[in-house]
């Protein structure tokens, strides 16, 4: 589920530019707006505050953000970041994502079969080796070369070691700048406390995006190294008061992907080749997914994980719609396009430095029109689980056995051997595989693949024959063995002989399909990306040129810091309070769902002091993938936990209001008082409290 709607939710990683207003920007560790903060508020972060912040937070692999908060490993995200441990440890009866998981000593805490944290360790420039290896290449060549380039870099830099280190070489400024990104992996991660659901995600659909807000959207992981807790000596220590109205606030995490500095060439082919076609994919499975979860509880239990995230891309779709749809803005982008490309023409000089990129720009886009349905379906769409988890894994084993045979610097880049212990962990992860369900969204996907291709395309008659969706669904499903995590093994182990002499249909199916799949992603990367990138490397050096280094680049899941401040901000001429608090969360709760509290708090309201903050917001600079991040404030200290922003927020992957747009945050305060007096975790409150267990 993450997988597909990691594809979903992807977007080009592009350059930032422009003024930076108030308190935008998602700024990289080594790139901090000192001045900025200290003109603005008088703060003027040290080194060790910064080296405490970078190696406290965590990014979770899978596409959140975390924190250390204990000197024992404690990790501190979001509920709905751990969906995927709570519903593959929910194995039998149990289902610890409706209700909960309590680990009341350190014996209980199980392992999550396929977390992965990532501590950064270190930011290196490697702009100069990149250029050097793609100066002058085009096409597939500059795909080759960077492949090559990256692949020597990553290697270097996990040294042997890819257990413990993880090498990302990551595009800042649109090629603009180039950096290696160095950090410690934690694959053992255990599962220390999860509330229910009800008042993680209380509200529901009709509060997500909204406030005020009342949940609990937290869950405790412990990192293990070695078979014990972590030693993390670098940690936020937990403010127990939380932070108050107009407090200064920072929020450290890695927010996923942004488009504020694509040119409008590129956000309207984004608009009308990618956010349109899946908003319309992604409104049909989620009714698919409604009509199969009306089929009883242990329905809503297998597909719960996939509903949430379905509904919450939903409704980011539709905000990025309605920004790219906004006549000021289109009009704004325009100009900014048009500005830069006069500057670039107005002299012979860089006319012939910079060339015309904007017209290969525009090319590229046709292009990647042209590809593109044929691109997301065979490429991304059954490449990223939308057909099933069985045929996830039937698809990485296929293609990890082909790269692993090649030389490191020649594979896709999920197989070089810096990502590949990732890849092995949810390869050979032990999780719940439920047969009907994956029957019900392999057919519905073979539907899909047929709609989109048409009845008569070569490639849906191979994989379909004369079977029905449905029929060849259920051959799929039945007949294979994937569900199994030692037959992955044995296939993983065996590489391209074992999955050559695989008679498993799933293996069939995909080993069937990859070589099709593959040649649309080459055409795919050296028609559209490759171009695109050439042509946005040259425009960020013009407006490198033209402007300086004075912004920050766009989001790329990569650890950044936003400073901002506890506000409100005023809804159709009426101000909405920085704050939510215990007493409205009980005033709130009517008995039924989306506002049906659970037992436990319903039981635990005398005991509790009702003035306590529950949520807050503030204007801190977020997007998707700051989920679980932390808030912090200028002592380092944690005061709150990122779950959501508002409604404004949406339009934040294209550009920053910071009149309305709102961070939303679990408030510390709550989180202390919920773990002693609603779940009678004296333990967990301590450690919280003193930093250690």
Not at 88 to 113: F, R, V
Not at 121 to 139: L, P, Y
Not at 181 to 197: G, I, N, S, W
Not at 347 to 359: Q, S
């Amino acid at each position: 589920m993450k997988q597909m709607l990691g594809l979903a939710l992807a977007g080009l990683c592009v350059a930032g530019s422009g003024a930076v207003m108030a308190d935008e920007g998602m700024w990289t560790m080594d790139h901090l707006p000192i001045k900025q903060m200290q003109q603005q508020y008088g703060f003027t972060p040290g080194q060790q505050w910064i080296d405490l912040v970078q190696h406290a937070a965590l990014r979770l692999a899978e596409g959140c953000s975390g924190s250390f908060v204990s000197a024992n490993g404690l990790v501190m995200t979001n509920h709905h970041c751990a969906n995927g441990c709570l519903s593959q440890l929910s194995k039998g009866h149990a289902d610890y994502m409706s209700n909960g998981y309590i680990a009341l000593k350190q014996d209980d805490e199980p392992k999550c079969p396929d977390v992965e944290l990532n501590q950064l360790e270190s930011i290196t420039d490697v702009t100069a080796q990149v250029n050097a290896a793609t100066n002058g290449k085009a096409g597939a060549d500059r795909v080759k070369a960077e492949r090559a380039v990256d692949s020597k870099l990553e290697q270097s830099c996990v040294n042997g070691d890819a257990k413990t280190w993880r090498c990302d070489v990551i595009t800042l400024y649109n090629g603009g700048r180039y950096a290696l990104y160095k950090y410690r992996r934690y694959q053992d991660v255990r599962l220390v406390f999860a509330p229910e659901q009800s008042i993680a995600f209380f509200g529901g659909d009709p509060d997500n995006f909204n406030f005020p807000r009342y949940d609990l959207d937290v869950t405790f992981f412990r990192a293990y190294v070695d078979g014990k807790p972590a030693n993390t000596p670098q940690y936020f220590k937990f403010d127990t008061q939380g932070p108050k109205a107009g407090d200064m606030t920072f929020v450290v995490g890695n927010p996923g992907s942004t488009r504020r500095g694509l040119s409008w060439i590129e956000l309207s082919a984004t608009r009308d080749f990618n956010i349109v076609p899946g908003y319309a994919i992604l409104s049909e499975l989620r009714g698919m997914l409604w009509q199969y979860a009306r089929g009883g509880e242990q329905q809503t239990k297998e597909s719960q994980e996939l509903q949430f995230g379905i509904e919450n891309a939903i409704k980011v779709y539709n905000g990025w719609l309605q920004t790219l749809g906004d006549d000021s803005f289109v009009q704004h982008k325009r100009e900014q396009d048009a500005s830069l490309r006069q500057w670039m023409t107005a002299t012979p000089e860089r006319r012939a430095k910079y060339g015309d990129p904007w017209t290969e720009l525009d090319k590229a886009q046709q292009r990647g029109k042209d590809l593109s349905t044929r691109f997301m379906m065979l490429e991304r769409g059954l490449g990223v689980g939308q057909f099933g988890e069985l045929f996830n894994d039937a698809r990485t084993l296929v293609r990890a056995a082909a790269e692993r045979a090649k030389p490191d610097a020649e594979r896709l880049p999920a197989y070089r051997d810096a990502n590949l212990p990732a890849v092995q962990q949810q390869v050979e992860s032990d999780v719940p595989v439920y047969p009907a369900y994956e029957q019900t969204l392999m057919a519905w996907s073979l539907g899909k693949l047929r709609q989109s291709l048409g009845a008569d395309d070569p490639t849906v008659h191979e994989v379909l024959g004369k079977d029905s969706p449905e029929q060849r669904a259920q051959q799929l499903v039945s007949g294979s063995k994937l569900a199994d995590p030692a037959v992955r093994k044995q296939l993983w182990d065996g590489g391209e002989k074992a999955i050559e002499a695989s008679s498993d249909p799933m293996i069939a199916l995909a080993r069937q399909v990859d070589t099709e799949s593959r040649q649309v992603r080459k055409s795919y990367e050296d028609d559209v990306v490759a171009p695109t990138d050439k042509a946005n490397e040259a425009i960020a050096k013009a407006r490198f040129d033209r402007d300086g280094m004075s912004s920050y680049p766009d989001a790329t899941f990569t650890m950044r810091l936003s400073y901002g401040k506890v506000v409100g901000w005023n809804e159709n001429g009426k101000p909405v309070p920085p704050f939510t608090h215990f007493d409205g969360l009980y005033k709130r709760a009517t008995g039924a769902d989306p506002f049906k509290l659970p037992d436990s708090w319903v039981k635990a309201q005398s005991k509790l002091d009702l003035s306590t903050p529950m949520d807050f917001v503030s204007d801190n600079d977020i997007i998707g993938g700051n989920s679980g991040s932390p808030v912090i404030n200028r002592e380092g200290h944690a005061v709150g936990l990122i779950f959501d922003g508002n409604i404004h927020s949406l339009g934040g992957d294209f550009v920053y209001d910071g009149s309305n747009n709102r961070a939303v945050a679990v408030d510390t305060a709550a989180l202390v008082e919920a773990v002693r007096k609603v779940y009678n975790l004296p333990r967990l409150a301590d450690e919280l409290s003193n930093g250690h267990l």
